[in-house]
Antibody
């Protein structure tokens, strides 16, 4: 069965970076994209970026340009999301999701809480 | 950027009620619209894609309609498991979510 399992919760200081992993299984990794979405406390989801593991093509939401890097490691079928220059506004649960080329997300990871606090 | 606006933000209903949630796009998105259900502490769950296609395994009481800029999600007869928050999501490479509609017990 399709599974996306994310790394554990993180606590970071302002200005630091965080890297969250998303280990996938149960499907052909290169046949689907991986999207990253975050959700701040009490807020709706926010689309961050997408990567095509087959060719490394990426797309980022404008507000994260220059601060967000999404990558994949095909041998381990794992996707990564790195967010730099963290502020308290980045405190959120971060989700990875398997995505079609259209961007539609059907399977999601369990979420990773990232807390940014001094 | 395309903005997605949902209404209402909160909806009070009883088991058995018919419920309708509206989502408007700031410009035409054709039928690139999905609906998700989310419960506290959980990831969103896909209900509807391409505006009106029911995801496999989702009960038939859920339905979606619309195209262009106006979309609706309907629940024909609300069940206890349906009390949750619902989000519309425009996709087609880039994505934008609506702000959500919380369906609560009346």
């Amino acid at each position: 069965q399709v599974q996306l399992v994310q790394s554990g919760a993180e606590v970071k200081k302002p200005g630091a970076s965080v890297k969250v992993s998303c280990k996938t299984s149960g499907y052909t990794f290169s046949s689907y994209g991986v999207t990253w979405v975050r959700q701040a406390p009490g807020q709706g989801p926010e689309w961050m970026g997408w990567i095509n593991p087959s060719d490394g093509d990426t797309k980022y939401a404008q507000k994260f340009q220059g601060r967000l890097i999404v990558t994949t490691d095909t041998p381990t079928t794992t996707a990564y999301m790195e967010l730099r220059s963290l502020t308290s506004d980045d405190t959120a649960v971060y989700f990875c999701a398997r995505a079609y080329a259209s961007g539609l997300m059907g399977y999601w990871g369990q979420g990773t809480l990232v807390t940014v606090s001094s | 950027d395309i903005q997605m606006t949902q209404s209402p933000s909160t909806l009070s209903a009883s088991v058995g009620d018919r419920v309708t949630i509206t989502c408007r796009a700031s410009q035409s998105i054709s039928s690139w619209l999905a609906w998700y259900q989310q419960k506290p502490g959980k990831a969103p769950k896909l209900l509807i894609y391409k505006a009106s296609s029911l995801e496999s395994g989702v009960p038939s009481r859920f339905s979606g309609s619309g195209s262009g800029t106006e979309f609706t999600l309907s629940i024909s007869s609300l069940q206890p498991d349906d009390f949750a928050t619902y989000y519309c999501h425009r996709y087609n490479t880039y994505g934008t979510f609506g702000q959500g509609t919380r369906v609560e017990v009346k």
